[in-house]
């Protein structure tokens, strides 16, 4: 008995493993994508950059301003690798047609009689008893051994030289706005729903519920409309940061209460009374009382429309102009998949940025995330 | 920058003033308290319930008209943008599409939350794994794009293949396939990136969930002899009832209004078009549509209603107790 659940354990536990790995890969692969060498990345999978691979490459010695004179001959010196590359040579060859000719410290004859040796760290020599008279020199093919090797030169170039940097900047002020402003208007909304009588109070809770689920779709076009008449009446860009926030504010806005409603429904009404016969004014309770007691709903909240407001490419594509000042990362990312859809040092690598700050709510505060989306989803 | 802090710093100052105002107004005489608490309902519902109006409830009335327009949005043409749509090639591709990831996409991603939530229940490394399955949530639609692109890539025959898939496609010796240009087919290659994302959702609803199943019932079970697979099916799926409905109606809601994959991978290319990229395409194609843009927006709507029907409902009857 005691062997088949042990055996059942074993089964499942490597079913897990197998999902896990199906799961992990994409990301991972991207990853590591984005830290290649973006030669390397366009001719060779990912998954080769882990070990020690053997490439094959073209190398153009220099021509006749190199050499110098030495022991009777002329001679050009050089090395193949960079320096620190830990690159080893197997073997080399003179012509496009036999690249793995010759042995490390073989040595090659051209047809105008100069040889070529080359060791295995690369370091060249090529030598003739005539001086050398062309200003190119030969062509080398080399087989090597390359070790793994990673780098931030990708990094550099997106943050700086594909605009990815001010996207992200971009973003931040869409994000932390479009976040704040539902946050500080639903938690006053919730709370008369909650706490505060008045007429229509039913007939609101259940629109709110119903908006929860009316696609953002319903709202576009009406919107886009009011932005367009608003800018022309006033003077002013229809598409600008403000109308972002707000229209973020405004989809957010049932979740946001709901949520908010659930948790503040759940504390103790006694408290409010007590406080109420204190002579406290609503206003009071709601600094003194409420916002202590909701902090950990106030993150799990925030991090979940923050998460909404930072993926979003909809509202952002809607509502903004594609221009480098307003344009946001997942745009900016769509747009890079159209015009440089072949370069894929800069896809993976601006994928990667763009998940940065996701990936590090994520494991911060993974707790408080799950708890939102738990809450949201049990009643929603 | 200075702006986003304007921004805020606007709402939370008229909360603030207006408040003070009426904590000092109503302190004065015991008449004037109950005016004071009529005012201050107002003063705390008035701003969310602007937003509330101009972004969701009048949009959805004036979509509704406006797809009884013309494209301007000027002349009533009845019923013509519906006609368009019924009979427009496009649109019945979408809402093909539309239809199969709504079938595929909500049930698999259940289904593999619902195991992998079993598989990692009660194993030392369970919450690792957990967190691992549950990160691309954090991931936006667009970066997934990327991830999964990448593994789609597709380079002729003889070059060495870059892209994962076909990298192990070759190495068993058959031919690579540019995978999201097969029509049809490529659709379930973009649902599996949804699939992979919307998995870690019903995975942590469900792992809450596992842990309401009373122990004794489960113990009563073992001891009866059943195995973990009959009592998978047998105890804990019937229990979980409840909970699988809601993350399939959830992950619906959410597949629903699925754009931002498509636009990113394909943009509706090579017959993968949904509806919500259809109408994103009509609000600006030939200057932007608004009727017929409108007519997408509500078969999106017409979707979520039995959702909107069952959640408020639902609602009533809670109400009640």
């Not at chain 1, 990667?352 to 929603?380: C, D, E, N, W």
């Not at chain 2, 107004?25 to 004071?36: C, D, V």
Request: hydrophobic share 50%.
């Amino acid at each position: 008995m005691m062997k088949k659940i042990s055996l059942s354990s074993i089964l499942s536990q490597l079913l897990l493993l197998f999902f896990v790995i199906i799961w992990i890969i994409p990301t991972f692969g991207l990853f590591i994508s984005s830290l290649r060498d973006k030669d390397l990345l366009s001719i060779s999978g990912w998954w080769t950059s882990l070990t020690t691979t053997e490439i094959n490459e073209i190398y153009r010695m220099p021509g006749m301003s190199a050499q110098i004179e030495e022991d009777g001959y002329f001679k050009i010196k050089g090395k193949l690798f960079e320096e620190n590359s830990g690159k080893k040579l197997e073997r080399f060859g003179i012509t496009s047609k036999k690249i793995n000719e010759f042995n490390v410290s073989e040595v090659a004859v051209f047809k105008d009689e100069s040889e070529v040796t080359i060791d295995e760290d690369g370091n060249y020599e090529w030598r003739s008893k005539k001086a050398f008279k062309k200003k190119k020199g030969k062509r080398l093919f080399t087989t090597s051994l390359n070790p793994p090797s990673f780098t931030f030169e990708n990094y550099k170039e997106v943050l700086f030289k594909e605009g990815i940097g001010r996207a992200f900047v971009n973003t931040m002020a869409v994000a932390l706005p479009s976040t704040l402003i539902p946050l500080i208007i639903c938690s006053f909304f919730a709370y008369s729903l909650t706490w505060m009588k008045f007429f229509g109070r039913d007939t609101l809770l259940a629109i709110i519920i119903a908006s929860l689920v009316v696609p953002l779709q319903m709202s576009l076009i009406p919107i886009l409309t009011i932005y367009n008449d608003f800018g022309a009446l006033f003077g002013v860009a229809a598409k600008s940061y403000p109308g972002v926030w707000m229209a973020h504010t405004g989809f957010g806005l049932a979740s946001t209460t709901f949520l908010l409603r659930n948790f503040l429904k759940s504390l103790p009404n006694e408290m409010m009374e007590a406080a109420k016969v204190d002579g406290a004014s609503h206003y009071d309770i709601f600094l003194r009382i409420i916002i202590p007691l909701s902090i950990p709903a106030f993150a799990s909240i925030f991090i979940l429309q923050f998460l909404w407001c930072w993926n979003d490419l909809l509202v952002g594509l809607v509502f903004l102009d594609q221009v480098p000042s307003e344009i946001i990362l997942t745009a900016k990312l769509k747009e890079l998949l159209g015009s440089r859809g072949e370069n894929w040092e800069i896809l993976t690598t601006g994928a990667f940025v763009s998940m940065t700050v996701p990936l590090f709510i994520f494991f911060a505060l993974q707790r408080y995330f799950i708890r939102g989306l738990v809450a949201g989803s049990v009643k929603g | 920058m200075f702006i986003v802090f304007l921004g805020i710093l606007f709402f939370i100052s008229y909360f603030h003033i207006s408040n003070l105002v009426l904590d000092v107004y109503g302190r004065r005489s015991f008449k004037r308290y109950h005016f004071e608490n009529s005012i201050r309902v107002i003063v705390f519902i008035a701003p969310a319930f602007i937003v509330l109006f101009i972004f969701i409830l009048y949009p959805v009335f004036e979509t509704v008209r406006l797809s009884f327009y013309d494209k301007f949005g000027r002349e009533f043409v009845g019923l013509y943008n519906y006609k368009w749509a019924i009979g427009d090639p496009e649109f019945r591709r979408s809402i093909l599409n539309n239809f199969v990831w709504l079938l595929v996409v909500p049930t698999l991603s259940t289904f593999f939350g619902l195991v992998i939530a079993k598989l990692a229940d009660n194993i030392w490394w369970g919450s690792i794994a957990k967190s691992i399955i549950f990160m691309p949530m954090a991931i936006s639609f667009v970066g997934a794009g990327v991830i999964w692109k990448f593994i789609y890539e597709y380079r002729g025959p003889g070059d060495t293949q870059i892209g994962l898939l076909n990298a192990i496609i070759v190495s068993f010796g058959y031919e690579p396939q540019a995978w999201i240009t097969i029509p049809f087919w490529n659709n379930f290659f973009l649902m599996a990136i949804m699939i992979w994302i919307q998995t870690g959702l019903a995975l942590v609803i469900f792992s809450a969930a596992l842990r309401s199943i009373p122990k004794e019932m489960l113990e009563a079970a073992r001891i009866d002899g059943a195995s973990e697979l009959k009592i998978f099916f047998s105890i804990i799926i019937p229990y979980l009832e409840q909970t699988i409905l809601v993350i399939w109606t959830l992950i619906t809601i959410i597949v629903l209004r699925i754009f931002d994959i498509i636009f990113a991978m394909t943009n509706g290319e090579w017959q993968t078009g949904v509806l919500a990229n259809l109408m994103y395409d009509w609000m600006f194609r030939g200057g932007g549509d608004s009727g017929r843009g409108s007519v997408l927006a509500i078969v999106i709507m017409i979707g979520v209603i039995p959702i909107l029907a069952w959640n408020l409902y639902k609602h009533r009857q809670e109400q009640k107790i």
